[in-house]
């Protein structure tokens, strides 16, 4: 099997996964999805590769991308790993959750993956497609979130053909778990916030700390100001929609969409890049969302929306 020339788009299955393997093997990419979001995965060790990404997002290339492996000793070959970043591992993977460890000499990832930093973002994902694509490659894959650059992350199949274009090719295996990009965290600093919570984090490791939100040095996928965002404008903490404007609802504030009536976070969460792509489509030329509260996983909800308001 192979990925259609007309609309370069197979459903998970195990042909699909071997013709994406050969694709990434021939040096392309291809957009998998993850229980996160969907990523824009290569061969983190070939260098043309990763250019494609960088490519095809329009992405800085001073912003690193994350390293997805299948396993804890594939981790351990590529960075250094000590007892926090080691109970970490232990505690949320596979999962949603990112480590910066130092690079081993040895790695031989491309630098343009790590954007010439002596770190290295890892993370080892639960979804059955990146598993399954990371067994059949057997290359560490480096895969950033599926959408050009500074876009609204793409949680289906559907918004990385919107946002991409024709040419990617993408193996559909339906919408993703989480809807937030991962937890990123280096030592026990959180650099990124995501699924796994702070309070998770504290429950490993004791004390956790909040890194800058943007800060002046960019050292980890994610940390840009203005990042997630849709092309029209944004207004947070809206509790009611003006005349002009697409309203996301959450709990007891209604819209013409909501992340979640119940006022479930988790919910809240994995339909939130979802809920801005159908706003960002609407004939409404404003939009507007509901508050989110911060607690929990609605720190990662808040972070994403910060950004996504930034312009």
Do not use: C
């Not at 195990?14 to 694709?23: E, F």
């Not at 709990?251 to 988790?266: C, I, T, Y």
């Amino acid at each position: 099997m192979r990925f259609p020339d007309h609309d370069p788009t197979l459903a998970f299955s195990p042909p699909a996964i071997r013709a994406a393997a050969d694709a990434i093997a021939a040096g392309g990419i291809v957009a998998v999805p993850t229980e996160t979001v969907y990523g824009l995965a290569a061969d983190a060790t070939d260098a043309a590769a990763v250019a494609r990404i960088y490519a095809a997002k329009g992405r800085p290339s001073f912003n690193p991308l994350i390293v997805h492996v299948p396993d804890l000793a594939a981790a351990r070959a590529l960075a250094e790993f000590d007892a926090d970043a080691l109970a970490l591992a232990e505690a949320f993977w596979p999962g949603p959750l990112t480590l910066v460890r130092p690079l081993r000499k040895d790695a031989g990832i491309a630098s343009l993956v790590t954007a010439g930093l002596d770190t290295v973002a890892i993370r080892l994902p639960r979804h059955r497609a990146m598993q399954a694509l990371l067994a059949a490659s057997g290359r560490p894959l480096a895969a950033p979130s599926a959408n050009a650059s500074g876009g609204i992350s793409p949680t289906r199949a559907a918004h990385v053909r919107a946002s991409l274009g024709p040419a990617v090719p993408i193996l559909d295996d339906g919408a993703t778990e989480a809807g937030l990009e991962s937890t990123i965290v280096a030592g026990r600093t959180i650099l990124r916030p995501g699924p796994v919570t702070a309070a998770m984090l504290t429950q490993v490791l004791g004390d956790v700390e909040q890194g800058p939100q943007a800060p002046a040095i960019v050292t980890a996928p994610g940390q840009l100001a203005s990042h997630y965002a849709p092309r029209k404008p944004l207004r947070l903490n809206a509790t009611q929609a003006a005349a002009d404007e697409w309203l996301i609802g959450f709990g007891a504030v209604k819209g013409q969409d909501s992340l979640s009536a119940s006022g479930d976070p988790v919910e809240a969460a994995a339909r939130l890049f979802d809920a801005l792509h159908r706003a960002d489509a609407s004939d409404r030329p404003r939009l507007a969302i509901a508050p989110i509260p911060i607690e929990g996983i609605g720190h990662a909800i808040n972070d994403r929306l910060r950004r996504a308001a930034t312009r």
